[in-house]
DNA sequence: AAACATTTTAATCAAATGATTAAACTTTAA
DNA sequence: TTAAAGTTTAATCATTTGATTAAAATGTTT
């Protein structure tokens, strides 16, 4: 039997166990924040191995930041770029597929903002992965405008404002709970009503004037 | 002539210059990523004078967050809490108030929102100065709502709408300079006209069902 | 079994960092 | 001028932290 890592039985290999508490520590708490001897903590294994693994901490942290910039914006290629779909109708299924993902990873935002905003890292590549997802529907888009049927507007302004409604939220919970008081169960409902009402109000926002 | 703090000439006491640093750093990096050295440097003093006056670097820091907290939430008050204008004219000065304030302190939301997610100091003071912010604009919308005029909607909603609209793309700055290529220019100029859109979204989202 | 790869342990480095101390210097007040 | 308060300097601590090393233990392949 061929084996590429050994192990006893089926365990997960600890090159794995390193990348998934590390992901976990990095997403929640950001790179400054979390220590490698925290990840060795919450992997199960010894320090030395996450060196022996990844070389350096940045090295880790490089990888975890990808693949999270990438569930970042994944999602909205294909729908964005599906031309069966009327432009409410993308609008309205990004919105509900954002806000899904995000409830299930609630520290995405933060994590992109925060990181982001130190590094200069991977920008090729982002930059790249962006172009994909804007071209086609940004087209339709402008294309709208010149007809009159949307309000014309700087494409700047539509994505701040899509942020601003799905994605600020999650990054403004723990002031909110602070502030409003709302409880986890509270803001989660909140969050589920916004599924629907995000792309009335995105649309109520491109026809207004 | 009778001095609290002793000096040459007309010169900044050191205490203030201190604090004056640590504002400056503290707001653009967070309290993490701010040494007391680099502080000590910005505000050309010697390392132990920092801890003589503040004690420590936590308690210098519990100082800045607190004005800036203040600095956040304070403009709001006595514009929403002003019987003689109406509920869209309250809406359209906030909005411009504040994006020009947060203009003048670009780092403030981010910081606010990073410091907030870890502490949980200071809550009892925080709590208590946002229920002087909302009691009185807050009756009204209801009224409003109640009467017909505006869409009703769980005021949550557009507390993040508000802020998604206002605050978020300051927050999101680095990411948008990054990935559409923005630069400080064209992001500044999309702010000036958000002072005059973010109204009227507002008021379209109110409105919208 | 022998050879090889993987994993673990423990010890240790060097640098960064928050904090303290003691001594000197400067200005103000008595 | 002297005493007190405020300010500065330089040296030093103790801890944290990222990283490395050497050696052993465990498992796999030949």
Redesign the pocket.
Known sequence: ????????KEEV???EKIKQAARKLFTERGFDA?????IAAEAG?????L???F????KLFDVIMVENFEQFVQQLIPVMGDENLSLDEIIAKVSGNYIDMLRNNPDLPFFILNEMKNESSELLVIREKMKDVKSGFIKRVEKAMKEGKLTPLHMGHLMMNFMGLVIFPFVAKPVLMKVNGFSNKEFDALMDERKDLVPIWLKAIMKAK
Chains 1, 2 share one sequence.
């Open positions: 039997m061929i084996m590429a890592k050994a192990k006893k290999p600890a090159e979390v220590k490698t001897r925290d294994i010894n320090l030395a191995l060196n022996y693994y070389r350096s901490k940045q």
